[in-house]
């Protein structure tokens, strides 16, 4: 039903040869414009790419009732540290875990232990913790908030067709790995969403939670919690299952927001993701470095992932990329 093309966007390569090559889908989006794609048409489900307009609907509602902690928490996949499980009990009445639909899970976090799965150790638990308070404020039933009948749901597509238009539907529903509907989109549509939150940022908190408590949104060594600490306040990072980044940017060559989407087709590789991250990131003049090198592996990233009118700068990247010795040659 759903015809996807993956174009080349990373290689590793050894003296030389290719012997890794990642592919993938990435578009560039700003104000109603669509400026950058390779695979952008690819469907895909929006997954945790989407969790700030999850959260977007009943925000005005929970603005008084979470700490900045918290609201960082409501959009974020987290990884059970300490501090991520402190901010959500801040919130989440012990009386009312049970209500908690998120499937029991063991920490997502490096390094986290625990002696069996708990509902709390879900990345996503914050959000459903955020939805149950949302729900009991605004009168909803708090017995069946997953379902996509209940009224929160109606709520969250209106936040989604503000930005891609009042008709606008989804090709299919699935059920998320948290057991919230997830809807498919397009990467551009995804692209766009991101764009949009550049745009809006002060009609809420969510870019001020996510951008002012990045350790909160992911985590100790995670991707987007790093880019944001690096890009001070300026990108709004996310990542989402099975090989989504999202990225917000302020630029001043983009006064509409920029939106970037990227997928990698084989799923969560954080390693590839970092260096296509990167390259972009440096590329537009944001001070993001490389994740830790490859083993006497050069990581090229595909020109295709930018724009034509980046390309002088994108190749001034790749050029000190290229410059660093790796010893791969006798």
Not at 174 to 191: F, H, I, N, Q, R
Not at 276 to 299: E, H, M, V
Request: hydrophobic share 40%.
């Amino acid at each position: 039903m759903f015809e996807t093309s993956w174009p080349k966007l990373l290689e590793y390569k050894r003296n030389g040869i290719s012997e890794v090559v990642v592919h993938g889908a990435i578009s560039w989006f700003t104000g109603q414009n669509e400026i950058h794609e390779a695979g952008g048409s690819n469907v895909l489900y929006g997954r945790s790419l989407t969790k700030p307009f999850q959260i977007k609907g009943v925000a005005g509602v929970l603005d008084r009732e979470l700490s900045i902690e918290a609201k960082a928490l409501s959009v974020a996949s987290h990884g059970s540290e300490p501090m991520h499980l402190s901010t959500l009990r801040t919130y989440l009445n012990p009386q009312k875990e049970a209500q908690l639909l998120t499937p029991p899970s063991m920490p997502l976090g490096a390094g986290i232990k625990a002696d069996k799965p708990s509902a709390l150790y879900h990345p996503c638990s914050g959000k459903h913790a955020a939805i149950l308070r949302a729900c009991e404020l605004n009168g909803w039933p708090t017995t069946d908030y997953t379902s996509p009948s209940h009224p929160y749901h109606a709520v969250y597509l209106a936040e989604l067709r503000k930005v891609l238009g009042p008709a606008w539907q989804p090709d299919a529903m699935a059920k998320d790995g948290c057991g919230l509907p997830t809807y498919s989109m397009t990467v551009t549509e995804l692209a766009h969403l991101y764009s949009s939150l550049a745009v809006t940022r002060n009609d809420d908190w969510i870019w001020n939670a996510m951008t002012e408590r990045p350790e909160i949104v992911g985590g100790t060594g995670r991707l987007d919690t790093n880019i944001m600490n690096a890009c001070g306040g300026r990108v709004l990072a996310k990542e989402g299952a099975d090989g989504l980044l999202g990225l917000s940017i302020l630029h001043p060559d983009f006064k509409s927001g920029l939106g970037i989407a990227i997928k990698i087709a084989h799923g969560w590789d954080p390693k590839a993701m970092g260096f296509i991250a990167s390259s972009i990131l440096r590329t537009l003049g944001f001070d993001f470095g490389n994740p830790p090198p490859l083993d006497r592996q050069r990581a090229v990233v595909s020109n295709a992932t930018v724009p034509l009118k980046y390309r002088p700068q994108f190749e001034a990247v790749v050029a000190v990329d290229a410059a660093l010795v790796l010893d791969d040659q006798f």
